[in-house]
């Protein structure tokens, strides 16, 4: 069975021109072949490619498989372990001392209650975007500023301080910075959250990271949590915001459906979530052989885990290519799965759901004020897929 498996030869990034929101034509060629692909990593070691969604998930639920940055297994040199904190990159009992703590501060009723505080901040964004009027660009105006301001009061980050860490943050996930540029933003933002984590023990606030600083956790290891959740908590919602509005203004009868019935609102968060899956790819390393989809993977290789093909595997979902608002499913892998999935989910859709009924109900003739093929996206080379910009326009009188 090994010898007729697919082989993917390099990770394809590009998409077809008219398809922004669907992966890359390659690996949704390579998941018709089946779930699990020979790959080589851009280093030149031998790897895996998942594009199927039950091998994705399982994968991710296995610890034989292990998120420990040092053992990627994808270049001619070793890479480091994560820094203390930076708990994504790690595996049991590391990622669990760090997690455990947050754990409590992020559940459906602690992000229900903050329900009403982010209804504020949109409203707010949404006021300053009808008084300047039309046309604006609804990531400045809108998708960053939102989950940039909760994620920050979260934690305790000066409103004065925010707009630079906004900037920090896009420039050293954007993908499109040189690698000088990229250490020069994360050695600012490292210096800048060190700064704060001492402010937090010295003057406790009401904040989830002033509450961390009564735990046993160090000053390097709050760092590097606070930079997870700043990072996190920030860059893929905007982008969700950004490109989930730009599908919907592609997909005008499914933004019509919403716009009618507020009781889509919260399957239409999910299903762009599964469509969208802007959280592209993650890697596993196998600790050990394991039998995977008729495949042995070799103690020591990395794999490629594709969660937005996995979101469009047919053999999950009916017609996965189809922005389909009232999708019953039980299940996407947008937040991921196992002992990594996204701590900050609830959160996110919290914000999301407040965030586009909002939207569509301020402004009911908001469209594209660009022709769609000149919007312009975010590199493949970002982490998380995005737009850089979304021209949108609308009719004054009836906003």
């Known amino acids: 069975m090994s010898e007729s498996v697919h082989t993917v030869t390099a990770l394809p990034t590009a998409r077809q021109p008219g398809c922004p929101f669907d992966p890359p034509a390659e690996l949704i060629d390579a998941r018709r072949h089946g779930p699990i692909s020979r790959y080589t990593h851009p280093g030149g070691k031998p790897g895996w490619l998942i594009t199927g969604y039950d091998l994705v998930r399982s994968v991710l639920a296995d610890s034989r498989f292990s998120s420990r ?11 480091p372990p994560a820094p203390p904190g930076e708990f994504l990159l790690m595996d049991e009992p590391q990622h669990g001392r760090y997690r455990k703590p947050l754990v409590g501060k992020f ?14 901040i949109t409203t707010d964004c949404l006021d300053a975007m009808e008084k300047t009027g039309p046309p604006a660009d609804l990531v400045t105006a809108f998708a960053k500023p939102i989950p940039t301001i909760v994620i920050c009061e979260l934690l305790g980050v000066p409103y004065q301080d925010r707009g630079s860490f906004q900037e920090q943050i ?41 509450e961390l600083t009564d735990s046993d956790l160090t000053d390097e290891e709050l760092k590097g949590i606070s930079l997870i959740l700043l ?39 999910e299903e762009l979530l599964r469509y969208l899956s802007v959280a592209k790819t993650f890697m596993r390393t196998a600790l050990e052989d394991v039998e995977l989809g008729g495949q042995t993977i070799k103690a020591g290789t990395t794999v490629v885990l594709s969660y937005h093909t996995a979101n469009r595997d047919p053999e999950r979902f009916a ?21 990594h999935q996204c701590l900050g989910q609830q959160l996110a859709r919290v914000e999301m759901r407040v965030a586009f009924r909002a939207l569509v109900d301020r402004f009911p003739t908001l ?33």
């Open 69 to 79: 940055r040092d053992l990627m297994n994808v270049a001619d040199f070793e890479l």
């Open 319 to 339: 017609d996965p290519d189809v922005l389909d608002l009232r999708r019953q499913y039980d299940g996407h892998l947008a937040f991921s799965h196992g002992i």
């Open 367 to 399: 469209r594209l004020a660009v022709p769609a093929e000149e919007v312009v996206l975010r590199p493949e080379t970002a982490d998380i897929y995005g737009v850089k910009s979304l021209p949108v326009t609308w009719d004054r009188e009836a906003s």
């Open 107 to 120: 559940t459906v009723r602690r992000m229900r209650l903050l329900t009403e505080r982010i209804e504020q």
């Open 170 to 210: 896009d420039t050293f996930m954007g993908g499109e910075t040189s690698d000088e540029e990229l250490m020069a933003a994360y050695t600012a933002t490292q210096e800048y959250l060190a700064e704060l984590v001492s402010a937090k023990r010295a003057n406790p606030t009401d904040d989830v990271l002033s």
């Open 231 to 269: 990072a996190a908590g920030f860059d893929t919602t905007a982008n969700m915001l950004a490109l989930g509005t730009f599908a919907l203004l592609r997909n005008p009868g499914q933004l019509a459906a919403l716009r009618a019935d507020p009781a889509l609102t919260d399957g239409a968060v």
